[in-house]
């Protein structure tokens, strides 16, 4: 399987809860796709661009804390809001 991250390409693409990147693990990428849009809820990334995690992709840094589902024990699970992801 894959990982994926996701990201709006342009400004007008962000999304209102400041969710701006998200990374999934899937069979494809649409896959991927369904499980970080699962996880987040709310307005569709369909239109966000796709970027495949693998050897020699360039660094990237993401502002903000990371923040996974309330089921897992890895990530961070409350939002900056306070809340939980796909509530």
Known sequence: MAIFAFYPAAPN???SDGVGFVLAEGASELAA???AQALIG???IDDFKAVTISAG???VAVQGLPVGALSQSIWPN???GGG???A
Request: charged share 30%.
């Open 13 to 15: 693409l962000r999304r």
């Open 33 to 35: 796709r369904a499980a």
């Open 42 to 44: 709310g307005r569709s």
């Open 57 to 59: 992709i360039a660094p």
């Open 78 to 80: 409350v939002t900056r």
């Open 84 to 86: 939980f992801l796909g």
